[in-house]
Every structure is written in C-alpha cells, then in structure tokens.
C-alpha cells in the first residue's frame, strides 16, 4: 500500500541525546537519527489499522524500514537550485532563442542548509532527445560555448546564496535539452543526491531574424 507524504526537514528535527560525544562512534550515532526520524515520521503519519472481526484496532509503523536510501527520498533538499535562461526561470514551457544569438544561462543556489556547502564543479551538456530512446549528444556543430561549458560555484554559508554564469548560442534551429551535471569530487559525495537536483534545460532555438 502506497501512501503520499510530503518531503520532510529533517534539520529540524531535534538530535538524539547524546549528541555531543556520548556515542561509542559515528555509526551509533546515525542509528539514533534514523530512530528519532522514523518516530517523528510516524507521529505526522498517523496510520491506523483496524481488523472488523477481531474488533482490533492498532497503529501502522514505519520504523525499520526507513533505511538510508528512503530517508534520502522523503528528505527536504535544504538546497534550492534555480536555472535562468536570459533571466527567465526554466519551467515546463521550452525556452525561445533565436539561431545565432548568443543566450545566458545562470544557475543558482540558495543554501537553506545548516551547514556550509561547496565548492561546486558543474557541466552544462546539450542533448537533443529523439523520442524514440535515443539522445544525441553529438552537436558540436549545433551548439556552441560562450566560454567554457562548465560553471563553478564557491562554497555557500547558511542562508547564502551563490550564483553562476555563461552563455551559449544554438546555430540550427530545433528543441535542445541542457543537462546540468556535477563533477565527481570529494564535496559531492559528503552530500545526499536529492540535494542535488538541478530542473531540467528545454531550449527552443526558432529561425534568425531576416
């Protein structure tokens, strides 16, 4: 049975007793968050179960499911990724450009985290998606740099925000589509992956003017 929850913040949620070095060691120490979360996960759930036959009734817990990777799909991302095409948000409409007219492209990060993060590596690869499965990445010819195709970002306080730009220009017209991927370094790793989720890029390259 699936049940619909909304994501949770869970750096707000209240830190196991013991926090400051009353465990035997790290591992204990992610045991007793994983055990504070699910309860606090089962007291916004609320699940009930009830048997009509037995007249039973109980009360559904989630606790021992709650493994790392689903924990990581019910957290709030405390990073909040924005992507500007020419200032325009990216949303779920395409964005318009014209062949041969350069475009800017900005992404931003506000940090809503307790901790500070970065710094960022990220690489802007377009594709064009066929329909059929099939992607191709080869549009060296189609797609042309700004610059460089890779953004960086500086590390981000608490409550910061931070922001990156570039521009590129589409010389053929047709729908593009920008991936927005980090590069593997140590700062990534220390971070859960729903924390690292960019929107995705739908450029729309449409005739250049006469």
């Known amino acids: 049975m699936a049940i619909q929850v909304d994501k949770f913040n869970f750096e707000s949620f209240p830190e196991p007793p013991g926090e400051d070095g009353h465990f035997a060691n790290a591992k204990q120490l992610e045991e007793e968050r994983q055990e504070a979360r699910g309860l606090e996960i089962n007291s916004k759930l609320g699940v009930r179960w009830r048997i ?54 900005e992404v931003r990060l506000t940090n ?27 549009l060296h010819r189609a797609v042309s740099f700004v610059g460089s195709s890779t953004f ?6 608490p409550s910061g925000q931070s922001a990156c730009l570039g521009a590129l220009l589409f010389l053929y017209t047709g729908d593009f589509f920008l991936h927005i991927r980090f590069h593997e370094d140590s700062t990534r790793k220390e971070l859960p992956p729903s924390w690292l989720c960019l929107p995705s890029v739908h450029v729309r390259a449409l005739e250049g003017r006469a």
């Not at 957290?75 to 800017?104: F, K, N, S």
């Not at 500070?116 to 099939?134: I, K, M, R, W, Y």
């Open 52 to 105: 009509l036959s037995l007249k039973r009734t109980g009360e559904a817990s989630v606790e021992g499911l709650l493994n790392q990777l689903v924990l990581e799909h019910l957290q709030l991302a405390p990073l909040q990724w924005d992507v500007l095409v020419d200032g325009q948000p990216c949303d779920c409409e395409a964005a318009a450009c014209r062949v041969g007219d350069p475009i800017r492209l």
């Open 152 to 157: 960086y970002l500086g590390a981000v306080q």
């Open 112 to 138: 809503r985290s307790l901790r500070s993060v970065g710094p960022f590596a990220l690489t802007v690869v377009p594709f064009q998606d066929h329909q059929n499965g099939t992607h191709n990445y080869d």
